[in-house]
């Protein structure tokens, strides 16, 4: 089983950018999928969270309204929009597949991360 996230790259502030989640040896329409993050000398922290059906999604406060993450689950992907970002954004972003929740104790999938750089 491998997660990959992917999408990651050297921005400014107010740019936007998309990540993608896929999987292989797993099907990803079976999972809720999570997006986390860790910031530099921090630990790693909840950004979005989008159940099975894409019926629900929950979000941090602090990408509340600039972020957006939806799946396509016949292209087996999940997406994280960003939009409007902030330094305070970057950090390796990782993708997880598991239950519905906002604890990494909820995923039993994880992905390697993709590195998100925002230049102010």
């Known amino acids: 089983v491998q997660l990959q996230a992917s999408g990651g790259g050297l921005l400014q502030a107010g740019d936007s950018l998309r990540l993608s989640c896929t999987a292989a040896?797993?099907?990803?329409?079976?999972?809720?999928v999570g997006w986390f993050r860790q910031a530099p000398g921090k630990e790693r922290e909840f950004v979005a969270v989008?159940?099975?059906?894409?019926?629900?999604?929950r979000y941090a406060d602090s990408v509340k309204g600039r972020f957006t993450i939806f799946r396509n689950n016949a292209a087996s992907t999940v997406y994280l929009q960003m939009n409007n970002l902030k330094p305070d954004d970057t950090a390796v972003y990782y993708c997880?597949?598991?239950?519905?929740?906002?604890?990494?104790?909820?995923?039993?999938?994880w992905g390697q991360g993709t590195l998100v750089t925002v230049s102010s």
């Open positions: 040896g797993l099907t990803l329409a079976d999972y809720a």
């Open positions: 989008i159940s099975r059906t894409a019926f629900a999604t």
């Open positions: 997880a597949a598991g239950e519905y929740g906002a604890s990494s104790y909820y995923y039993t999938y």
